[in-house]
C-alpha cells in the first residue's frame, strides 16, 4: 500500500498542460551521499515510464544522473550541447557509457556556419537558433510555454521531436 501510495503521490507531482506532463526533479545542494535521493528518484522515474508513451529527462549538465544509475531504464539519450569543448567532451563520455547508437546530439544556441564534429555513431537531431526572445524571457523568468507558436527556436525544436518520433513540443 505504501508503494501505491509513492506512485500516487508522483504522478500527482506532474504538471499537466497542452497534452504534456512535466516534474522538475531538483538537484541536490547538500553535501554527503545522494543514494537516498537518488533511490527516490529512481522509484518515481520506474512510476512515470509506466504511465507514459514517452518520457524526457532534462537531467543537469554532465554524466552524474547515468552514474547513479538514475536514468537506468533509459532507452536513448538526446544530449542538447553548446557547442563549447566541455560540452562535446560530456556528448562523447555519455555516447561511450550508453553506446553511441542510443545517443542523439541537439545543438541547442546555435549560430549560423558553426559547424562541430560528432562522436562517430552518435546521431545529430537538429538545431536550436540563438533567441532573443527566449534570453528575455529567462532573464524575466517568463515560462517557456508562453513563447508565440512561430518562435524560430520553438519550430526547431518541433522539427528535432518530430525527427525523433515524439509528439510536437509546441501543441501544434
Request: proline share 5%; net charge negative.
Given at each position: 500500500q505504501?508503494?501505491?501510495?509513492?506512485?500516487?503521490?508522483?504522478?500527482e507531482a506532474l504538471a499537466e498542460r497542452d497534452g504534456h506532463a512535466v516534474i522538475a526533479m531538483g538537484?541536490?545542494?547538500?553535501?554527503?551521499?545522494?543514494?537516498p535521493a537518488n533511490t527516490l528518484l529512481r522509484k518515481a522515474l520506474e512510476v512515470i515510464v509506466k504511465a507514459f508513451p514517452v518520457t524526457l529527462i532534462d537531467a543537469?549538465?554532465?554524466v552524474e544522473q547515468i552514474n547513479r544509475q538514475v536514468t537506468d531504464r533509459i532507452t536513448h539519450a538526446v544530449v542538447v550541447t553548446d557547442g563549447s569543448k566541455r560540452s562535446r567532451d560530456t556528448l562523447e563520455v555519455i555516447a561511450q557509457m550508453l553506446g553511441p547508437e542510443r545517443v542523439g546530439a541537439?545543438?541547442?544556441?546555435?549560430?549560423e556556419g558553426v559547424v562541430w564534429a560528432l562522436p562517430p555513431g552518435v546521431r545529430f537531431a537538429g538545431r536550436i537558433p540563438e533567441d532573443e526572445l527566449i534570453r528575455s524571457f529567462d532573464a524575466q523568468g517568463t515560462a517557456l510555454w508562453d513563447?508565440?507558436?512561430?518562435n524560430p527556436a520553438l519550430l526547431a525544436a518541433d522539427a528535432i521531436?518530430?525527427?525523433?518520433?515524439?509528439?510536437p513540443v509546441g501543441g501544434a
Amino acid at each position: 500500500q505504501a508503494a501505491d501510495q509513492l506512485d500516487y503521490l508522483v504522478l500527482e507531482a506532474l504538471a499537466e498542460r497542452d497534452g504534456h506532463a512535466v516534474i522538475a526533479m531538483g538537484r541536490t545542494t547538500e553535501k554527503g551521499c545522494f543514494c537516498p535521493a537518488n533511490t527516490l528518484l529512481r522509484k518515481a522515474l520506474e512510476v512515470i515510464v509506466k504511465a507514459f508513451p514517452v518520457t524526457l529527462i532534462d537531467a543537469e549538465a554532465g554524466v552524474e544522473q547515468i552514474n547513479r544509475q538514475v536514468t537506468d531504464r533509459i532507452t536513448h539519450a538526446v544530449v542538447v550541447t553548446d557547442g563549447s569543448k566541455r560540452s562535446r567532451d560530456t556528448l562523447e563520455v555519455i555516447a561511450q557509457m550508453l553506446g553511441p547508437e542510443r545517443v542523439g546530439a541537439v545543438e541547442n544556441r546555435s549560430r549560423e556556419g558553426v559547424v562541430w564534429a560528432l562522436p562517430p555513431g552518435v546521431r545529430f537531431a537538429g538545431r536550436i537558433p540563438e533567441d532573443e526572445l527566449i534570453r528575455s524571457f529567462d532573464a524575466q523568468g517568463t515560462a517557456l510555454w508562453d513563447l508565440p507558436k512561430d518562435n524560430p527556436a520553438l519550430l526547431a525544436a518541433d522539427a528535432i521531436v518530430d525527427a525523433l518520433g515524439l509528439a510536437p513540443v509546441g501543441g501544434a
